[in-house]
């Protein structure tokens, strides 16, 4: 899916939301494993052309997950989630996102 659809902005925002997003929920020391896969799969499946400048929205609910997810891992533990699980799906969000927005 093209990075800038609408489907693709709404879901990426639905993610940070506290009672339906995996990011959302681990905010709150939750981790949901189901949530956490549709997430990557949703970042899986975002297609991005070279040289394609990036949807402001896109970036603004993109960049700081991997930083938040790391953050949270903690907390989450806490909350009763497997650490290895979400240190797992922590890892996945980094690498996915520095695939999509490149390293420096």
Known sequence: MKHSDPQVLE???LA???EQGPLG???QGEFDADLADRYITLLNSVEITEGEHLHQDFVRLLWFAPLFTEWQIERAVKGGADQQEVSNFCDLVRERVMEILGTP
Do not use: G, Q, V, Y
């Open 16 to 18: 940070w939301d506290p």
């Open 11 to 13: 879901a990426l925002d």
């Open 25 to 27: 929920k681990l905010r």
